[in-house]
């Protein structure tokens, strides 16, 4: 069975600029997740769908971050205009479904820096 | 409150020797503590969990310890190998709050040969 896929893997960018992240779930897995990783802390979620729509997106940063998921498959992060503090890992899982016992499967990330 | 805390940051054992790590959180309506290793380069992958009706549980060298009472709970690397080096996270999850995992800080744990 095939992971959770994303890229880039690795994005430079410069303050201001826009970025954008990929993450193609496992097959059949209703629920997809975005994780904000930054060095030496524990990921945080940014948004939560099930299927293609958004069921928990209190910790996004709305003013810069955006996401969807089209058809309830692939999903892309957004950040226009990006910060210095938003150098980090952004993470990817998916899980089967959205209710408990199902464990979240995390793609590799896309190491994100901003100079 | 959301927060999990952990312990230590960071932590070196001789290969062979006992890591452990150690989570404490405040929120009772939390179910489900699962606990994740990370390779650098790599996402975080589930390495054993525990529910709260279970004061322990162990899967081969890595046993959790849960004390619902003082609301803390342990990892237990036993016979650590130096390929144990990794990131470990403690984490918690509200059911209700649809699988949303709350994750403790990290412990980056050194087995040296």
């Known amino acids: 069975e095939a992971g959770v896929a994303q890229s880039p893997r690795y994005k430079i960018i410069e303050k201001r600029q826009s970025v954008a992240f990929w993450c193609n779930p496992i097959?059949?897995?209703?629920?997809l997740y975005w994780y904000q990783q930054i060095l030496g802390q524990g990921p945080k979620l940014l948004i939560q769908f099930q299927n293609n729509g958004v069921v928990d997106d209190s910790q996004l940063p709305k003013d810069r971050f955006s996401a969807e998921r089209l058809k309830g498959v692939d999903s892309t992060l957004k950040i226009q205009p990006a910060k210095l503090e938003d150098s980090a890992v952004y993470l990817c899982?998916?899980?089967?479904?959205?209710?408990?016992?199902?464990?979240?499967?995390f793609g590799p990330g896309t190491r994100l820096t901003v100079t | 409150q959301q927060q999990v805390k952990q312990s230590p940051q960071s932590l070196i054992v001789q290969k062979g020797g006992i890591s452990i790590i150690n989570c404490a959180y405040e929120?009772?309506?939390?179910?489900?503590f699962p606990w994740y290793q990370q390779f650098p380069g790599k996402g975080p992958a589930l390495l054993i969990a525990i529910r709260p009706d279970v004061s322990e549980k162990k899967e081969g060298r890595f046993t959790i310890s849960f004390n619902k009472s003082a609301k803390q709970f342990s990892l237990h690397i036993m016979d650590s190998q130096p390929g144990d080096s990794a990131t470990y996270f403690c984490a918690a999850r509200i059911k209700a709050a649809g699988n949303k995992l709350t994750f403790g800080g990290g412990t980056r744990v050194l087995v040296k040969p």
């Open positions: 929120n009772t309506a939390f179910d489900y």
């Open positions: 899982a998916s899980s089967l479904v959205r209710g408990g016992g199902y464990e979240q499967y």
């Open positions: 097959s059949g897995h209703a629920t």
